[in-house]
């Protein structure tokens, strides 16, 4: 079976300029890569999680796969066919489909419900000849009454506007749907209800989906495989419960250990991760995650490591990759304590 998307070395890079910078222009600004090479493919019909701390890239990769943020150098292809140009940008977004974070703010507070279901037809010319009726289909499809097809983007709560963006995003049977942060802002029952949903859609429409998000918790239940991100640069790939069994990079698993514990004498399973989040602005030299693991050595802050397999399905960029062992993984869990306390 061959993947449905597939992204070779994708960089997106900005350029922070001042306002004399901004007014001149006399000579071209170095840029800052926000993403940086990055490579994964999706298959069809599959769940890939796309997994990091605030500001590791995540939105913006998303957002460069289906060109709303233009890459600066790399390939994708979609279907097999290598998309380049924005007319390739413009068939893909036919065949795929973006539900941003904020459910309210993406929907147009002038626009009924029903008019703002039948935008994705009337933008791509797809001829409808009933939209009052196809609205009410897609708002069937997601648990919504048709009467919902009258109400103002304000007049619903948060998860029934998460249901709405759903069925928008499906408005065009896309093959490819890519999820950001779908849970944010939902009481945790209605996170469940959403993923359900998604999950349930997933099966009955057969599209594969990326859900970009940093609730390990959630993602753990509904992803085949995860893609973890730290400042822009995928750091460990592998199948769902492979990699949250055995973390093979050291970032992945402090973000394991500090995911919260459904047992109130319990927070986590061990600390966060040490310190902030550094720059793209300032990368720090060699592995960019050495100033805040635990696991770092001397090679660590002068050499960058490459991105290379440790196993059937799992890529990993570190150096000294952790092992697979109990002993090695609570090594692990104690140095990140001792190393939490030092920083506390």
Request: aromatic share 4%; net charge positive; glycine share 8%.
């Amino acid at each position: 079976m061959n993947p449905l998307l597939t992204v070779e070395d994708l960089s997106v890079s900005f350029v922070r300029k001042g306002l004399l910078d901004r007014l001149i222009e006399l000579e071209p600004l170095p840029g800052f890569n926000i993403i940086d090479r990055v490579t994964l493919s999706l298959m069809p019909g599959e769940t890939l999680g796309l997994v990091g701390e605030s500001g590791s890239g995540k939105t913006t990769l998303a957002r460069s796969i289906l060109g709303l943020v233009r890459a600066t150098a790399g390939r994708i292809a979609f279907e097999g066919k290598d998309v380049a140009t924005p007319a390739d940008f413009r068939a893909m977004r036919r065949r795929s489909a973006m539900m941003f974070q904020d459910p309210i703010a993406s929907l147009s507070p002038r626009l009924r419900i029903g008019t703002l279901l039948s935008e994705p037809q009337i933008i791509q010319g797809v001829p409808t000849p009933d939209r009052r009726a196809a609205a009410a289909a897609l708002l069937s499809l997601v648990g919504l009454p048709s009467s919902f097809a009258d109400r103002f983007p304000h007049e619903l709560s948060g998860g029934q506007a998460r249901r709405v963006g759903v069925a928008r995003a499906l408005a065009m049977k896309p093959r490819l749907l890519l999820a950001d942060e779908p849970t944010a802002g939902l009481d945790v029952s209605v996170q469940g209800d959403v993923l359900n949903l998604i999950g349930e859609l997933k099966r009955q429409l057969g599209f594969a989906a990326m859900i970009v998000t940093h609730n390990l918790a959630m993602i753990r239940h509904v992803s085949d495989r995860l893609a973890i991100m730290y400042l822009g640069r995928l750091v460990e790939t592998g199948p769902t419960q492979e990699v949250f069994s055995a973390p093979r990079h050291p970032y992945t698993a402090t973000l394991i250990q500090s995911e919260p514990l459904p047992d109130p004498r319990r927070r986590s399973h061990g600390p966060a991760v040490s310190g902030e989040i550094p720059s793209v602005f300032r990368r720090p030299s060699g592995c960019e995650f050495h100033t805040r693991c635990p696991a770092a050595q001397p090679r660590c802050g002068a050499e960058a490591p490459a991105y290379r397999e440790v196993g059937a399905g799992r890529m990993v960029r570190c150096h000294f990759p952790l092992e697979t062992s109990g002993q090695e993984q609570e090594a692990f869990s104690r140095a990140s304590a001792n190393k939490k306390g030092k920083t506390t």
